[in-house]
């Protein structure tokens, strides 16, 4: 099966209904207050109305309340969830939706092949570099070679463009990559351009 592509960090719906056209699997939308990528709830519906059914629409989060969560549920109508901070499995499995957790890597990451068993409920893991004390997308990358093989699929992400991404499918083989800073002219816009040459680069790997 060749590799999926995920964008994340959309906050213009023209940018994702360009992202869908140009073939990605899954589009990310941040409800996280403090970073430059946050949507609020009223511009939602727009971004909901530009991607197609068939093309995941991901809401991500970092340590929200469950009333944010159902929120963002009713306004962005997401088809999976990304929880991106200290949240347990029992908080992410309440909303009877499909989620994807995400896990720091980097430098104080821990052993992940121990961690995954925290989230026996996730759909798959997002493997993300991390800069300490920054919420993320900060096109980190972390050491793709060495990881233990997990039991769920990956999403790989962390400092990924058109420039890395064969390199890291060739290297980690995930189940999808993950780019945010790397496909944008500046934080929350996407570049049209840097969008096409990553799904080249990506699909220029052969899988
Ligand atoms: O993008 C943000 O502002 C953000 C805020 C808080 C938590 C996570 C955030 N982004 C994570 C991601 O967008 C993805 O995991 C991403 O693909 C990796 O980002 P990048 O290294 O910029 O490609």
């Given at each position: ?19 869908a ?31 197609p059914a068939h093309i ?152």
């Amino acid at each position: 099966m060749s590799v999926r592509i995920k964008f994340c960090g959309f906050t213009r719906a023209a940018d994702a209904a360009l992202a869908a056209a140009l073939g990605v699997h899954a589009i990310g939308v941040v409800h996280v207050p403090g970073s430059k990528r946050h949507v609020p709830l009223d511009a939602m519906p727009a971004i909901r109305a530009a991607v197609p059914a068939h093309i995941d629409l991901v809401a991500l989060f970092v340590n929200p309340d469950a009333d944010t969560v159902r929120a963002v549920m009713a306004a962005l109508q997401p088809s999976l969830l990304q929880f991106h901070g200290d949240e347990a499995d029992a908080f992410c499995t309440q909303f009877g939706m499909p989620f994807i957790k995400a896990m720091a890597m980097g430098e104080g990451a821990g052993d992940i092949g121990l961690r995954q068993k925290d989230y026996p409920s996730a759909q798959a893991f997002v493997l993300d570099g991390h800069v300490p004390g920054q919420l993320g997308g900060q096109g980190e990358r972390f050491a793709w070679a060495g990881l233990p093989i997990l039991d769920k699929p990956i999403y790989l992400a962390g400092g990924l463009h058109a420039g890395n991404v064969a390199e890291a499918i060739r290297t980690v083989t995930p189940f999808a990559v993950d780019a945010s800073s790397g496909i944008e002219s500046a934080p929350g816009v996407k570049d049209a351009d840097k969008m096409r040459d990553f799904i080249r680069a990506a699909r220029a790997d052969g899988r």
